[in-house]
């Protein structure tokens, strides 16, 4: 370690230098592009990072979806282009066999990224056609909604088959008077010629991930 603090050390590096001045110039140059290169690449990258969570803050990223569609090949007899079907016995599966899931929330959906339309909602002379997700409680833990009024579902609300809606923020731009602030809890809105009353009403950041605030959920 002494050599780096000998006088002759250093002369040799400034005679090396000075007579090598264009190597220096380049290997000057290609060390700075290197480092800047690294410096901008890592910044990016942390940008990255918080942007997606901020994004997907409130949803829980190591989430797994699945859901059924038609069969590509024939099984056991059967031929290929069978629609599967998911149901409640198969939760109860996952749940036994994977032990390591800490929520599962089975949905039945309408609209969004279904392929089905949505489904007519109204209030007051005022409707309109929006995504349509029958959901149980735990799936507010799974993605959890920033709510401005009320409450989300409860295990109360799905085991008592009770006509409750949390609706998005447009739906309560759309069918309430937003511009007064009117408290929507307690009212009803009409879904398909029933009666649901709102308990709730969330907000979606923009661009937020998955969702959107043009959505309501129904035990």
Sequence with gaps: MNIIFKKDTWQEIYYSLRNNKLRTFLTMIGVGWGMFLYVSLLGAAKGMENGFDKLFSGFATNSIFLWAQKTSIPYEGFPKGRDVHLNLSDMEMLKKKLTDIDYISPQNARGSFTGTPGESMSRNG???????????????????????????????????????????????????????????????????????????????KKGGGFENDQRAFIP
Excluded: C, H
């Excluded at 309560?172 to 709730?200: H, T």
């Design 126 to 204: 005022k409707s309109a056609t929006y995504s349509l997700t029958g959901d149980y409680s735990v799936g507010n833990k799974i993605s959890e909604k920033k709510l401005i009024f009320g409450r989300y579902i409860n295990d109360a609300d799905v085991s008592g088959n009770k006509n409750v809606v949390v609706i998005g923020e447009e739906i309560y731009k759309n069918l309430f008077d937003s511009k007064k602030q009117e408290n929507p809890i307690g009212k009803s809105i009409n879904i398909k010629g029933l009666f649901f009353n709102v308990i709730g009403v969330f907000r979606v």
